[in-house]
């Protein structure tokens, strides 16, 4: 393996193109985001009414409608990577990978450990991992969603625990869904010209 040593402006545009080669990649994804949005504001959207009519002891059951957007998402990303990848898409990719387990895990087996705290450190984790996202491609738009999501983690601390489902939809709309199209339509426009 041979190595070439670049000038500091060299280093710089080789960076520059690694990083706008990322978000270009974020921005066509814009798909994901809106995808997700719907799912998650669907599910917590609908858990809320169950548990307004009192459905106590089946108001997760919207949940199950996340592992399946798992699998697309997995699909979705596995053929894009196979097409072009770069440091920064992959450590990105990595982050939403390990986030996304780790929102799982603890929804699905540790519920009953974190009640009334799980919603909120969903909402946290999602928002470390949409400002890590935004900064390492260099997006306003996510980074200012991921610092909104985690301050929304940190409101759902002092609301009562019916109401969690509820700001989590309203979250999933406003900070994922939205930003979503957002860049789906930019990047629309930018390849139309």
Not at 9 to 17: H, V
Not at 77 to 105: F, P, R
Not at 148 to 167: A, E, K, Q, R, T
Request: charged share 15%.
């Amino acid at each position: 393996m041979t190595t070439q040593d670049f000038t500091p402006k060299e280093s710089f545009e080789l960076i520059s193109k690694v990083i706008n080669e990322a978000k270009t990649k974020f921005e066509e994804n814009g798909a994901m985001y809106i995808m997700w949005g719907i799912l998650v504001a669907v599910a917590s959207f609908s858990q809320f009414i169950l548990l307004k009519n009192e459905y106590y002891n089946i108001n997760y059951y919207p949940y199950f409608l996340l592992p399946p957007g798992i699998i697309v998402t997995w699909v979705y990303y596995y053929q894009k990577e196979k097409a072009k990848s770069n440091q920064v898409s992959t450590m990105v990719g990595y982050a939403w990978g390990a986030t996304g387990l780790n929102i799982m895990i603890l929804g699905f087996l540790f519920f009953d450990y974190l009640q009334a705290s799980l919603v909120p450190v969903i909402l946290i984790l999602l928002g470390i991992a949409y400002v890590y996202t935004g900064s390492a491609i260099k997006n306003k738009l996510v980074l200012f969603s991921g610092i909104l999501i985690n301050i929304s983690g940190f409101v759902c601390f002092n609301l009562d625990l019916i109401y969690h489902s509820l700001l989590m939809s309203i979250v999933s709309v406003l900070f994922v869904l939205i930003p979503g199209i957002i860049l789906k339509k930019k990047y629309n426009k930018r390849n139309l010209h």
